[in-house]
Nanobody
Framework: QVQLVESGGGLVQPGESLRLSCAAS????????MAWYRQVPGKERELVAS????????NYSDSVKGRFTISADYAKSTVFLQMDNLRPEDTGTYFC?????????WGEGTQVTVSS
């Protein structure tokens, strides 16, 4: 059974940092393209960052480039999103995503709120 479990969200002030984690199981993590998306109510889910182990990425949306870093611990099947210099517009629910052999998997999301 595939599972993607996000953690690390919370409430922070502008300029602060958060590190999101996504623990994966049930599929070949090393062979997948892993990504983070975010969504705010009333808007489409937006791709924030993505990467694979060998040949893809890392890629970032223009809105987070230079502030966010996607990384992975392949021994622990975990992908991270380090978010620095957070802005109020980074507020949203962040979802972990995996693509492997034509299959797409989603976590349930973790809320990030950036507010003073």
């Amino acid at each position: 059974q595939v599972q993607l479990v996000e953690s690390g969200g919370g409430l922070v002030q502008p300029g602060e940092s958060l590190r999101l984690s996504c623990a994966a199981s049930g599929f070949n993590f090393g062979g997948a393209v892993m990504a983070w998306y975010r969504q705010v109510p009333g808007k489409e889910r937006e791709l924030v960052a993505s990467r694979s182990k060998y040949s893809y990425g890392p890629n970032y949306s223009d809105s987070v480039k230079g502030r966010f870093t996607i990384s992975a611990d392949y021994a622990k099947s975990t992908v991270f999103l380090q978010m620095d210099n957070l802005r109020p517009e980074d507020t949203g629910t962040y979802f972990c995503n995996a693509k492997r052999n034509g299959m797409i998997y989603w976590g349930e999301g973790t809320q990030v709120t950036v507010s003073s």
